[in-house]
């Protein structure tokens, strides 16, 4: 059964840290380009990072570059995001998702798999 965990969400402090992790079970994530995605309550999903199979290619929406860090390790299966300097605004379900063609896209529907989403909440 092809699957993607997402796990570390939580509640922290603005200025606080997290690291998200994404976890593949069913298929390998060789190949796949990466992404993550948010969406707050109200508010549309937006695309937060992404990372193609061989790193070459990123994306970071302007809200979040120089706060937050997208990797993966290919021989744990795993995709992760770092985010630094967290504020208030960066409150969402945040969902990694993958797709076939490995290269960066902001679209949702250009992907293929979804994960079932992390609570991030960033509040005093």
């Known amino acids: 059964q092809v699957q993607l965990v997402e796990s570390g969400g939580g509640a922290v402090q603005p200025g606080g840290s997290l690291r998200l992790s994404c976890a593949a079970s069913?298929?390998?994530?060789?190949?796949?380009?990466i992404g993550w995605f948010r969406q707050a309550p109200g508010k549309e999903r937006e695309a937060v990072s992404c990372i193609s199979s061989a790193e070459t290619d990123t994306y970071y929406a302007d809200s979040v570059k120089g706060r937050f860090t997208i990797s993966r390790d290919n021989a744990k299966n795993t995709v992760y995001l770092r985010m630094n300097s967290l504020k208030p605004e960066d409150t969402a379900v945040y969902y990694c998702?993958?797709?076939?063609?490995?290269?960066?896209?902001?679209?949702?529907?250009?992907?293929?798999?979804w994960g079932q989403g992390t609570q991030v909440t960033v509040s005093s």
């Open positions: 069913g298929f390998t994530l060789d190949y796949h380009a």
């Open positions: 998702a993958a797709k076939e063609r490995d290269y960066c896209s902001v679209y949702g529907w250009d992907y293929d798999y």
